[in-house]
């Protein structure tokens, strides 16, 4: 079974580019996550889908921060434009059902993103 | 609001050495835990786990974790590293009855383990 991919793996853009990130989840799952990692400080939380749906997009910096889902399979985090302080690595994670509370996570390799 | 405090930021060990990684979270309901270790180069994995029933908890590796609910704390041990422990771990929190998949995460410890 394929795991969380996720691509670009390292992406250099200079301030006031544009750059989109993809995740691919596991097959079949319907949760999605985001998470950022800056500066080598904790991993925190930006948003969540189920499926299509945007379930909770509470740890979203602000809205230079765009998150897609379309048709509830793969996701995209488009930041536009970006500042130097958005640069780090973005994790995308997935999980099979809310509702059971087990809440584990599934995660991809991350994307580093550098703004320069 | 969760939080998660990894004590040791980066702790370095000869094989066979015995480890154990502080981690203590600041919730007051039910909680899920979890440690996570990223190995050089690789994504994320579970570790092991805490939902209920026995607070020592065995993961893969010969990694164990004891939830002490009075002290609200997760710490991880392991007897005897090996140099392919060498990772960074996270301990994790998320709410019973919220959303599931929405953890909150500590910083991070770096181990390194020399041969």
């Known amino acids: 079974e394929a795991g969380v991919t996720q691509f670009p793996s390292h992406s250099v853009i200079e301030k006031g580019q544009t750059v989109t990130l993809r995740c691919d989840p596991i097959?079949?799952?319907?949760?999605l996550y985001w998470y950022r990692r800056v500066m080598g400080k904790e991993i925190k939380f930006l948003l969540h889908f189920v499926k299509e749906s945007k379930q909770d997009e509470s740890g979203m910096p602000n809205n230079r921060f765009l998150a897609e889902r379309t048709g509830g399979t793969y996701s995209t985090l488009k930041v536009q434009p970006a500042e130097l302080e958005d640069s780090g690595v973005y994790f995308c994670?997935?999980?099979?059902?809310?509702?059971?509370?087990?809440?584990?996570?599934?995660f991809g390799e991350g994307s580093r993103l550098t703004v320069l | 609001a969760q939080s998660v405090s990894q004590h040791n930021h980066h702790v370095i060990l000869s094989e066979a050495a015995s480890l154990e990684l502080g981690c203590n979270y600041s919730?007051?309901?039910?909680?899920?835990l979890f440690w996570y270790v990223q190995y050089p180069g690789q994504h994320l994995q579970l570790l092991l786990k805490y939902f209920s029933g026995d607070p020592l908890v065995k993961g893969i590796k010969g990694f164990e974790a004891e939830f002490i609910k009075s002290k609200f704390s997760f710490n991880l041990r392991k007897p005897s590293v090996q140099w392919s422990d060498t990772a960074e771990y996270f301990c994790?929190?998320?709410?019973?009855?919220?959303?599931?998949?929405?953890?909150?995460f500590g910083d991070g410890t770096t181990l390194t383990v020399k041969p």
């Open positions: 994790a929190v998320n709410a019973y009855n919220t959303n599931a998949g929405k953890s909150t």
């Open positions: 994670a997935s999980s099979q059902d809310t509702y059971t509370n087990t809440g584990e996570l599934f």
């Open positions: 097959s079949g799952h319907d949760n």
């Open positions: 919730y007051g309901g039910t909680v899920n």
